[in-house]
């Protein structure tokens, strides 16, 4: 007998791997389980979608106004053979990630600033105020005649778009830090610049990363836009071209490439969201 129990205390203990621990867990499985059913029925809801148009294009509704998924269809099959749909997608994600760095580098800088200097902020948020509260749209003639209709023009107005997000989310992540929190690391002889860097900057991180998930339609909407006034490549210039010759299907085929192009961003910034802030959702 006892040397069965030497035996059985000398045998090396074979842990279970860390997916069989999860697989048993209730809560796991039921998450699973959910994400299977989403993914089911927003397939079956895009497949009744998608039916339900194709059978009421060219019975209740004439295809000159809605078109037709498969005249949508072929109308991109027809885009990629002739090679223009590659160069437009690529002309206008040039812009719209241009526009998008550079609202996201001004907006949180100026965040920052407006979260650690209260005068500065008092003295210029009634002018961005007024900025903000001008439509976008109109702009871009004014912009045309300062910038040209060159790559300039279209990144600075989708940078306008890009940055009002950036910085409202920045400016308030920065505001929401506890303010007994700084006097804390102050009086442990924190510098100024340790303060932002060391502690303001990575608390006001979650809010700057849900400004970048309210920016990234923006940055497509603005290189769309500018590209439609000023442009005779891209996207915008496809739409744009295609409702001038009446081709529904043509401007849809642009549109749901737009849309699957937003939809691809926001997953990609949700993905870098997932990774920065890895801590954050391990403690949820």
Do not use: C
């Not at 045998?11 to 998450?31: G, L």
């Not at 497509?220 to 490549?233: D, Q, Y």
């Not at 009446?246 to 549109?255: E, M, P, Q, S, V």
């Amino acid at each position: 007998m006892s040397n069965a129990i030497e035996v059985a205390m000398t045998r090396p203990i074979v842990e279970k791997p860390e997916a069989d621990v999860f697989a048993v867990d209730p809560s796991i499985r039921a998450r699973r389980r959910e994400n299977t059913l989403v993914i089911a029925l927003r397939i079956a809801l895009s497949v009744v979608l998608l039916g339900g148009w194709e059978l009421a294009s060219g019975t209740i509704v004439s295809p000159f106004w809605v078109s037709s998924p498969s005249l949508i269809f072929f109308a991109l099959v027809e885009m990629v053979a002739s090679g223009g749909l590659p160069f437009a997608i690529f002309s206008t994600m040039l812009v719209a990630a241009s526009g998008f760095v550079l609202g996201i580098a001004i907006g949180v800088g100026l965040g920052v600033l407006f979260g650690v200097n209260r005068i500065v902020a008092r003295v210029l948020d009634p002018y961005l105020t007024g900025l903000y509260t001008l439509p976008r749209v109109a702009l871009v003639p004014l912009f045309i005649l300062w910038f040209g209709l060159g790559f300039e023009m279209k990144t600075i107005f989708t940078a306008l778009l890009v940055f009002f997000p950036i910085f409202m989310n920045t400016l308030a992540g920065i505001r929401d830090v506890d303010d007994d929190l700084i006097d804390v690391i102050r009086v442990m002889g924190a510098s100024r610049r340790d303060t932002i860097f060391k502690v303001l900057v990575p608390s006001a991180l979650a809010w700057v990363f849900a400004g970048l998930r309210i920016s990234v339609p923006f940055a497509l909407i603005g290189a769309v836009l500018a590209e439609m006034f000023s442009s005779s490549e891209g996207l915008g210039y496809i739409i744009s071209n295609t409702a001038n010759q009446f081709d529904t299907a043509g401007l849809f085929a642009a549109l749901v490439v737009t849309t699957i192009l937003g939809l691809a961003l926001d997953w990609l910034v949700g993905m870098v969201e997932r990774r920065v802030l890895r801590w954050q959702h391990k403690r949820h």
